[in-house]
Nanobody, 115 residues
């Protein structure tokens, strides 16, 4: 089993920044891909960004140029730096880790972008 604990969400004004963290524990060996997804009210969960253990990153078009994903393998932690936030970024953000063919999810952290 893999446990994921997210932190860093909150309320921010448009144009502001937040950094989300996701720490993995448990059976963390062989975790390949870690990433972030988000779900806004009334919408499906969508990919935000993923990163492999080798550091290869993939970002959704809607966040390219504003968000950065990074990973500290020594700390088993993945980060999502979010800059130039927009109201449409408001959602619950979920961390995901893939170990072998099994996906694990965190409990989610709320990000609200509003003036």
């Amino acid at each position: 089993q893999v446990q994921l604990v997210e932190s860093g969400g909150g309320l921010v004004q448009p144009g502001g920044s937040l950094r989300l963290s996701c720490a993995a524990s448990g059976s963390i060996l062989s975790i390949n891909v870690m990433g972030w997804y988000r779900q806004a009210p009334g919408k499906q969960r969508e990919l935000v960004a993923t990163i492999t253990s080798g550091g290869s990153a993939n970002l959704a078009d809607s966040v390219k140029g504003r968000f950065t994903i990074s990973r500290d393998n020594a700390k088993n932690t993945v980060y999502l730096q979010m800059n130039s936030l927009k109201p449409e970024d408001t959602a619950v953000y979920y961390c995901k880790a893939v170990r072998a063919v099994v996906a694990y999810w965190g409990q989610g952290t709320q990000v609200t972008v509003s003036s």
